[in-house]
C-alpha cells in the first residue's frame, strides 16, 4: 500500500481565494482525520470521520473551512475564503480498529498551505 | 480542556548513547497512548503504543514506560542514532473519545556525532 496520499504537497495562494486540500486513505481504513499543525499551536484535530460520515467537527476554527468525505476512498478540506492566518501544514491519517482497540493514525505527507 | 505536554522541547544527545524523552499528561482516565517521530518535512510516523494495563511495553530500540501514578509517560531510545533525530509526540486517548488523540507540543531530539 501506498499509505495516506495527500495532495497538493505545497499550496500557496493569495488572501481571499478558495483552497481544497485532498486526501486518500489507507485501502480498508475506517477512520478519517484531518490535523494542522502550527508552531504556535501544534497538531490540532480539525476534524475526523467514521466510515465516510463525520463524527465531530469540534476542531474546525470556522465557517470558512469544511470538509467532506464522499466515499471511502477520498475526502477533501476547503476554506473558503483563505486568510493569512490559515497559513499551516495540514496532515490527513487514517486508522482502522486492530485487535484490543487500538487505533494506530496512518498518517500523509502533509501539505504546506501559505496564504499571502 | 485536558492536554498533553512535554517537560523538555529540547534535547541533544552523542551517538550512541540512550535518549530519554518524557510527557505528561492530564487526563488521569486515558487509557491508550502512542509515540510518533516526526522528521523535518514529514507527517509523525507511530513508533509505538501501550495500553494503560500496562507499564512498560520494548520494541525494536525503543521501550515505552507508563507511571499511571504520576501521570507520565517516557520513551526510552537505546543506543541514539543520527536517524533519530526528529520532534517526538506523545500522544493519548480519553476513554468514550472514540479514536480520537490529544497530541502533545512535541520534543525535539537532535543527536551529536
Known amino acids: 500500500d501506498a499509505g495516506v496520499i495527500q495532495s497538493p504537497r505545497h499550496e500557496v495562494t493569495e488572501m481571499g481565494q478558495e483552497v481544497t486540500l485532498r486526501c486518500k486513505p489507507i485501502?480498508?481504513?475506517?477512520?478519517l482525520f484531518w490535523y494542522r499543525q502550527t508552531m504556535m499551536r501544534g497538531l490540532e484535530l480539525l476534524i475526523y470521520?467514521?466510515?465516510?460520515?463525520?463524527?465531530?467537527d469540534s476542531g474546525m476554527p470556522e465557517d470558512r473551512f469544511s470538509a467532506k468525505m464522499p466515499n471511502a476512498s477520498f475526502s477533501n478540506l476547503k476554506i473558503q475564503p483563505s486568510e493569512p492566518r490559515d497559513s499551516a501544514v495540514y496532515f490527513c491519517?487514517?486508522?482502522?480498529?486492530?485487535?484490543?482497540?487500538?487505533?494506530?493514525?496512518?498518517f500523509g505527507p502533509g501539505t504546506r498551505l501559505t496564504v499571502l | 480542556g485536558e492536554s498533553v505536554g512535554l517537560h523538555l522541547p529540547t534535547l541533544s544527545v552523542q551517538e550512541g548513547d540512550n535518549s530519554i524523552i518524557n510527557c505528561a499528561y492530564s487526563?488521569?482516565?486515558?487509557?491508550?497512548f502512542i509515540w510518533y517521530k516526526q522528521e523535518s518535512g514529514k507527517g509523525p510516523q507511530f513508533i509505538i503504543d501501550?495500553?494503560?494495563?500496562?507499564d512498560k511495553r520494548q520494541g525494536q530500540r525503543v521501550t515505552v514506560l507508563l507511571n499511571k501514578t504520576v501521570k507520565h509517560l517516557s520513551l526510552q531510545i537505546a543506543a541514539t542514532q543520527p536517524g533519530d533525530s526528529a520532534v517526538y509526540f506523545c500522544?493519548?486517548?480519553?476513554?468514550?473519545?472514540?479514536?480520537?488523540?490529544?497530541f502533545g507540543s512535541g520534543t525535539q531530539l537532535t543527536v551529536l556525532p
Open positions: 491519517a487514517s486508522s482502522h480498529i486492530r485487535a484490543g482497540g487500538v487505533n494506530e493514525q496512518f
Open positions: 470521520f467514521n466510515n465516510n460520515v463525520p463524527i465531530d
Open positions: 501501550i495500553r494503560s494495563n500496562m
Open positions: 487526563n488521569s482516565a486515558s487509557d491508550y
Open positions: 500522544a493519548e486517548r480519553a476513554p468514550g473519545s472514540a479514536r480520537q488523540l490529544t
Open positions: 485501502s480498508g481504513h475506517d477512520y
